[in-house]
């Protein structure tokens, strides 16, 4: 089986611009998770989809967001960028929802925000 | 609301010898599951072990066992034999089911040839 994707693998954006990342699960996988990944502040859980809702969010703003798709891919879109957002951002997808499933990570996507 | 400690940073090991990493939680659940994932140098995490609170049974896959002390809220991992490919920064995570995953900040682990 493949393994979890997310395109881009890099991204350079600058303050005030917007970005979508896309990350596609291990087929047969409803449940992705979003993390944000930063030396200072660690992994930090973003939001989970299942079957294309939202069940779980963190505590993000709400610049941060998210959407699934039928097939259950996701996308994960942050808007008006701040440096403060350079990070990276991992996705995982797991069969079922909730943290206690075997999460399965993606490369993730480095977001550098000039 | 549920806190997740890793107090090592960094840590380093001899190849072949026995390496232990330590976490610490907080929560006033009783039904609870805690991980270690880890994550090489540019490669992507995986999960290394999986322990469900309510057993009491330590789990253990291969050379990685933990160390489960509910009362005391410590989940360690005992790394034995160490390897080189096990150079990784390990997260400690804790989750109730159906909700969110919290993960530690993270040791990073140093193997010494």
């Known amino acids: 089986k493949a393994g979890v994707t997310q395109t881009p693998r890099y991204l350079i954006k600058t303050r005030g611009q917007q970005v979508t990342l896309s990350c596609s699960p291990i087929s047969g996988h409803r449940s992705v998770s979003w993390y944000q990944q930063t030396p200072g502040q660690g992994l930090q859980f973003l939001f989970e989809y299942f079957s294309e809702t939202q069940r779980n969010k963190g505590n993000f703003p709400g610049r941060f967001s998210g959407r699934q798709f039928s097939n259950s891919r996701s996308e994960m879109n942050v808007s008006t960028l701040e440096l403060g957002d350079s990070a990276l951002y991992l996705c995982a997808s797991s069969l079922g929802a909730g943290g206690n499933n075997e999460q399965f990570f993606g490369p993730g996507t480095r977001l550098t925000v000039l | 609301a549920q806190t997740v400690t890793q107090s090592q940073p960094e840590m380093s090991v001899q190849e072949a010898e026995t390496v232990t990493l330590s976490c610490t939680y907080d929560?006033?659940?009783?039904?609870?599951?805690l991980f270690w994932y880890k994550q090489p140098p540019s490669r992507q995490m995986i999960l290394v072990i999986r322990?469900?609170?309510?057993?009491?049974q330590n789990a253990t896959e291969n050379r990685f066992s933990v160390n489960f002390q509910k009362a005391a809220k410590s989940f360690s991992l005992k790394i034995s034999d160490s390897q080189l490919g096990d150079a990784a920064m390990y997260f400690c995570?804790?989750?109730?089911?159906?909700?969110?995953?919290?993960f530690g900040k993270g040791t990073r682990l140093h193997i010494l040839p």
């Open positions: 995570a804790y989750a109730l089911r159906d909700d969110k995953i919290i």
């Open positions: 929560t006033s659940e009783s039904d609870y599951y």
């Open positions: 322990q469900e609170a309510y057993k009491q």
